[in-house]
């Protein structure tokens, strides 16, 4: 199934993201994380390919996404980055996704570290886009966007050029950076559709659940820390218990704000943890569950 059909049928589109087990871990982990997901209310999942440039096992990803389409019979996407592949490496990966049945990819140029080697056959998403819809026009292509815009950007003008570029490629639909503020989103939806972008946009929410994610996930990510958010942080931080009952309020209560708001997509990244996941998927089911029932038109 292609998702971008989701947006024609349902207000509110919403999915889950996970990534395969690191190297060192074993595969098994990731099976019993899907097997504690299922039965959640899930429009799609996707399955990051060397998140944070780290040393994730990116040749499961297509074996994970097949897995979430035969066993739970949720539609996958697979996430595919093109810094460190040569174009016949993309080729293998969309003939391997191809013969597992999954016809959506979220597109991505994938962060740059000392675990990645640049080929130099594709600097940026937008080029893989192309790439993919060439050589099968038969998939599906989102694309990533950044409220905050993207590190490497001089201006948040600049970066919504640059995304359009996505787009123009074949991106059907975009998955935004994890925020927590969303004053940010809005503003950044403001300017997208501004600038003329019509393509359904996904609001990606990260819950943080203990402290060691933090300083991590801003540095990669480059979320800025609200207020409100540092000081929950802080107050909690040496209790693990009550600072994960508070970073699941926050995060159930940036959805609630953003589907009142009328955001389309609500995109969570569960980091594969199944409680975290479940606790706020029941927090906010009903609210979904309510918006869906109003006809889109
Ligand atoms: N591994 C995974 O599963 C995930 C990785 N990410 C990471 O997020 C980061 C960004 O990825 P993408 O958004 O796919 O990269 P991108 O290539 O779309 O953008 C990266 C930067 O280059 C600029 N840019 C884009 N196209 C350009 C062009 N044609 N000419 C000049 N400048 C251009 C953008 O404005 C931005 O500053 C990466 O580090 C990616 O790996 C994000 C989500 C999931
Ligand atoms: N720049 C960037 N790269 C990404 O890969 C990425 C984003 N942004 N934003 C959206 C999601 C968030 N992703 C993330 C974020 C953090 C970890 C992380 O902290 N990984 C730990 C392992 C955590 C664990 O095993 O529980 C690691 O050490 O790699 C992984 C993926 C993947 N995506």
Partial sequence: MNIANLFQ??????????????????????????????????????????????????????????????????????????????????????????????????ALRGDKGPAVTPKNDFTHANELAEFIKAYDPSFNVLGACYPECHCDSETIDQDIENLKLKIEAGASHLITQLFFNNNHFYEFMDKAIQKGITVPISAGIMPIINKSQIERTVSMCGASLPRAFSTMINKYADDPQA????????????????ISNDVRGIHLYTMNNVETASRITESIENIIKSQNRITKR
């Fill in 243 to 258: 600072l994960k009952d508070a970073g699941i309020a926050y995060a159930v209560n940036q959805i609630i704000d953003l």
């Fill in 9 to 106: 049928s349902k207000k509110i589109v919403y999915s889950l993201e996970v990534f395969p087990p690191k190297k060192t871990s074993s595969v098994d982990t990731i099976y019993n994380t899907l097997y504690g997901l299922r039965g959640l209310p899930a429009d799609f999942i996707s399955v990051t390919y060397g998140a944070g440039g780290s040393d994730t096992q990116r040749s499961k990803t297509c074996e994970i996404a097949s897995l979430i389409k035969s066993e739970y019979q949720i539609e996958p996407v697979s996430h595919l980055t093109c810094l460190n592949s040569t174009k016949e490496d993309i080729r293998q990966t969309l003939d391997s996704l191809k013969a597992n049945g999954i016809q959506n990819i979220l």
